[in-house]
């Protein structure tokens, strides 16, 4: 019987979180962004925490380093282990959860995560068991989504409608400097932040609500939990697409996020 009061709501993610795939795509770039400002070199050690598709895994064996990938979706391993033997990248993708890192105390030089670690829901634990298995001097970085913009108050919407249970974080929080230091405390140093954008085609702030639906876990979740209250379905869609109009120009949705760095201690 397990512990982890957090057990069915980490059941209910790895489901949600299973039709990310056709997405992942408009990670790459953001991967290799955080591998360039993580400051990752060959022969580093390098662990990718909620690694997904494996987009920044296989973006750092590109670049050298020997890269394993943790997540809680097989679906998305899978793709993560087809994504790595295209290239003949050989990657230990395995299943697992952030809050539970199965590897040795300081196994790795370099603990990142993409949009990954921030929906463990103790943001406490999840940290505590990166920085476990990082190294002295090592590096952790990660990317996050701010509160103030648009993917930090699309997941605060979802929110409004269908709450986490009680004692789960917000996942935008990670993406708040201040809370960043904070969590970090003082295991680490030389605490680093750097802003960039993810660029998100599409031809119009309703087709983004509908992309969201197929491919994001937990509008996905709130949409078949609405699929019987019609009316307030069409009111969150209808709250989400006025949200994207702010952030859409050119067919593009702009979707700033915060990329942090730091060395252990």
């Not at 962004?33 to 993580?38: M, R």
């Not at 990317?143 to 108050?153: A, D, F, N």
């Amino acid at each position: 019987m397990t512990t982890d009061p957090f057990a069915l709501f980490k059941a209910s993610q790895r489901e949600a979180w299973a039709i990310f795939a056709p997405t992942a795509v408009f990670t790459t770039p953001c991967a290799a962004a955080l591998i360039e400002f993580a400051e990752v070199r060959a022969g580093e050690n390098v662990l990718d925490v909620g690694c997904g598709t494996g987009v920044v895994a296989i973006t750092a064996a590109q670049a050298g380093a020997r890269a394993k990938g943790l997540d809680l979706s097989p679906v998305l391993l899978a793709d993560a282990r087809r994504n790595a033997a295209l290239i003949n990248a050989d990657i230990e993708f395995i299943e697992g959860d952030a809050e539970a890192l199965p590897y040795p105390d300081a196994s790795f030089d370099v603990v990142l995560s993409q949009f990954g670690h921030m929906f463990a829901p103790r943001p406490d634990i999840a940290i505590a068991e990166m920085l476990r298995v990082l190294k002295k001097g090592g590096r952790i970085a990660f990317s996050t989504w701010p509160p103030e913009l648009m993917v930090g108050k699309l997941f605060a919407l979802v929110a409004s409608y269908l709450p986490p249970p009680p004692g789960a974080a917000a996942p935008p929080l990670w993406g708040d400097p201040a809370v960043i230091i904070h969590r970090l405390g003082d295991a680490v140093e030389n605490i680093e932040f750097q802003r960039d954008e993810m660029r998100f085609a599409t031809l119009s702030p309703r087709h983004y609500v509908a992309t969201m639906e197929l491919t994001i876990g937990p509008v996905a979740k709130l949409v078949s939990a609405l699929a019987d209250d019609p009316a307030r379905l069409d009111q969150f869609r209808g709250e989400l697409a006025k949200l994207v109009e702010t952030y859409f120009a050119r067919n593009i949705v702009r979707q700033s996020f915060l990329m942090t760095r730091a060395t252990r201690v």
